[in-house]
């Protein structure tokens, strides 16, 4: 999981990332970006997590022979 707080830059865009893993290794990743009081950081890296989660979970459902 990556996350950095905009407001500690220049830009003051937030952004949240995590892998999307098969076989606990990765195969894509899930990020969000946004300006300003949007969301929060926190509120962001769990959307982020919970979509990563979701799409690595019914990706291994979906390769399972």
């Known amino acids: 999981m990556l996350v950095r707080d905009g407001k500690h ?4 865009i937030s952004t949240a990332a995590a892998s999307v893993l098969l076989d606990d290794a990765p195969v894509a990743a ?4 946004w300006k300003g009081e949007r969301t929060s950081l926190r509120r962001g890296a769990q959307l982020v997590r919970v979509t990563a989660d979701t799409v690595s979970a019914d990706l ?3 390769l399972a022979f």
């Open 60 to 62: 291994a459902e979906l």
């Open 9 to 12: 830059h220049r830009s003051g």
């Open 30 to 33: 899930i990020s969000l970006a």
